[in-house]
């Protein structure tokens, strides 16, 4: 069909009220929204590899006809080989509620979108008001709710030791009270390991954006005093952290039931909880913590009276347990052999904790000045320079690019930041390039096989993004801040199953996230929860009804279906990275 004749037809298709159109799931886009300035791309499943470039039409609410274009040639998907097509929309820049279609030359598709000056804050609200309904042994109560009212559940003011966490001091089934924090993820247990990644990116995350997240209300209970939103929000978590320091400066690794409870609501559970096993990890991740916390929070000692000197004092004493117990190790099976009860639950075990030493080393050189630390800091720098000869991104089991990116953003030597910056932006090059390759969904995640995998949207595309952001921030370059956007993108909407994978938000949200709190509450599914995203490795298969696709690709193996706990749990690590992201975007406008 000729161009002319094609927009003809869309005009006759948007005259007649889109007879012809059909809400279409093979636009893929950013279903939440786009800056003025943003590059705009979609991607467009097209039904044969030598398909000609489709037709592009945008209209406002009146069917009027405000731009058109061309896509881009037919590309193969590298990890699903299936033919798409990119469009740039990018020129159009009117801020506005509008429908997209596309004319593929055997119909027309239609999708929402959506321009604004601030498209990511209520992005951001949502994910950081994620964290008050994981909140453990509280009520949630309006008006803080927004309709999810629900009775506390766990007090944990009755929590027994268990007995690979025995002490002279505190023998098995010594009682001890670990109230607060937050629920880890679907599940109603608490890890220090992934609280301590999760406050790391919160907290670091704060210092990168100070002045944006002051202005951010949360409408949650500490919204009255004087701290902004966030950081009262974090302190929840971080008061519970602080429960779980043994007397001897170590820390247990995790409170949890015995095994998963059934989804029922909090208030209903009735199950023993136990502190279990004090590990290096968790000493480690604990440390790192409470010293980013007492140089973040020392502003607000008013607010806190004496928790600067208290999270200092645990943070020295977790690190000098470390020092004196360097391989403990969390072995669930190996523990479960020694000790009873048994105990089921997520392990959150992480064998090598060089990376874990060299992030409680930094934070406590940045906090104290002491030199000590900095040559702890130095040395297991060193170490896993020669261990991994490579920058790994920051995942809860691999925390040392959080300490080098603290240091790159505290270190006095300015000089020797670009040097050691370029590591990470070496890194980070590869999959800029293959975005600029407008391979796939024109982002620099999802490429390749190996992208899909528990937690992937949060570890592989958030965090990417995220990392972005830094790059940003270090060097003024914008194509960092497009990248970071492009991976926003792919989260909500701009990826192989069209899912906008934050819940209430989009055209097709995560509706059935694994998450015992959706689930049991009368009002089912809570907002602002990233779902973990495709995962090929499908360690859920056939466990309660949880049946895959046959032969579906690596970036489509995803369900939303509350069973699937290997594609769609919703937990505060992934959580962080997704509002660490949209705030870091929000507040670059
Ligand atoms: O990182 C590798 C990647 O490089 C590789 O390509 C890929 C495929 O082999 O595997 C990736 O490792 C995966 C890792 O998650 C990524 O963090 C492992 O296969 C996978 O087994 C591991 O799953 C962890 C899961 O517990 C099972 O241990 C998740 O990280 C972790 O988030 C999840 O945590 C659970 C808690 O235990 C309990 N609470 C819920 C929480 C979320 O499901
Ligand atoms: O709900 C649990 C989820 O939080 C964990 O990430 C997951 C893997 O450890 O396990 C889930 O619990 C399931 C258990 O492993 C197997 N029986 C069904 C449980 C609920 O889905």
Redesign the pocket.
């Known amino acids: 069909m000729k161009k002319a004749t094609m927009i003809l037809t869309f005009a006759c298709a948007l005259l007649a009220g889109c007879k012809q159109t059909a809400s279409n799931p093979e636009i893929r886009i950013n279903q939440v929204g786009f800056a003025p300035d943003q590059e705009k791309t979609a991607t467009i499943d097209v039904n044969s590899a030598d398909a000609k470039p489709c037709y592009v039409a945008i209209t406002n609410d009146d069917s009027e006809l405000l731009w058109h274009g061309v896509a881009s040639e037919t590309m193969l998907n590298p990890v699903s080989g299936k033919p798409r097509q990119i469009i740039d929309f990018s020129y159009f820049d009117k801020p506005g509620t509008y429908m997209l279609y596309v004319d593929n030359g055997l119909s027309t598709f239609t999708c929402p979108l959506t321009i604004a000056e601030h498209p990511y804050r209520e992005l951001t609200r949502k994910a950081l008001r994620a964290f008050y309904y994981q909140r453990a042994s509280m009520d949630i109560v309006e008006p803080y709710a927004e309709g999810y009212e629900r009775k506390a559940g766990h007090p944990d003011d009755h929590v027994l030791v268990h007995a690979s966490a025995a002490t002279a001091e505190r023998p098995e089934g010594t009682v001890i009270s670990s109230p607060g924090g937050w629920y ?4 109603y ?1 608490k ?1 220090i390991v992934n609280s301590g990644y999760t406050m790391g990116v919160w907290l670091m995350a704060y210092e990168l954006n100070p002045e944006y997240y002051k202005t951010l209300s949360l409408n949650i209970p500490e919204s009255e005093q004087p701290v902004p939103d966030m950081l009262a929000e974090a302190m929840y978590n971080i008061r519970w952290m602080l429960t779980m320091q043994d007397t001897d400066g170590g820390v247990y690794h995790k409170l949890t039931e015995a095994s998963f409870e059934g989804f029922i609501r909090p208030d209903e559970c009735q199950k023993p909880r136990y502190v279990v096993l004090k590990t290096t990890a968790a000493a480690l991740d604990f440390a790192a913590t409470m010293a980013l916390a007492a140089r973040v929070y020392a502003p607000y000692e008013a607010t806190y009276p004496g928790f600067v000197a208290q999270a200092t004092d645990a943070a020295k004493r977790a690190y000098a347990w470390a020092e004196a117990n360097p391989e403990v190790y969390y072995d669930q099976p190996k523990m479960n052999e020694q000790f009873n009860p048994e105990i089921t ?4 075990d992480d064998f090598d904790v060089c990376d874990e030493f060299y992030w409680a080393a930094i934070e406590l050189a940045i906090l104290t000045g002491e030199k000590a630390y900095k040559v702890a800091a130095t040395d297991h720098a060193k170490a896993i320079a020669e261990a991994n000869g490579q920058y790994t991104p920051s ?3 691999n925390v040392a690019e959080l300490g080098y990116l603290d240091w790159l953003m505290h270190s006095e030597d300015k000089a020797k930041i670009k040097t050691n910056m370029e590591a990470m932006l070496e890194y980070l090059q590869p999959f800029l390039d293959e975005a600029e390759s407008i391979s796939v969904h024109r982002s620099p995640y999802g490429n390749r096989e ?1 992208d899909f ?3 992937c949207n949060s ?1 592989g595309c958030c965090w990417r993004g995220i990392e972005c952001l830094y790059a940003y921030r270090m060097t003024g370059d914008e194509k960092y801040r497009i990248n970071a956007e492009r991976c926003l993108n792919y989260i909500l909407g701009q990826n192989a199953t069209g899912y906008c994978y934050v819940t209430g938000l989009g055209s097709k949200p995560v509706c059935h996230p694994h998450h015992r709190l959706s689930y049991s509450h009368p009002k089912g599914t809570h907002p602002g929860f990233l779902a ?1 995203g495709p995962n090929p ?1 499908r ?1 859920d298969a056939e466990t309660d009804g949880v049946q895959y696709p046959k032969d579906v690709p690596a970036d489509e193996s995803y369900l939303d279906y509350q069973p699937s ?1 290997a594609s769609n ?1 919703v ?1 505060i ?1 992934w959580n962080v990275t997704l509002f660490a992201l949209s705030a870091g975007l929000d507040a670059i406008r």
Do not use: I, L, R
């Open positions: 880890d993820a679907g599940d247990n890890y639950t997520g392990a959150y995942v809860w089991g190996d995998y528990w937690g570890e973990g490795m360690q706990y749990e937990t690590n």
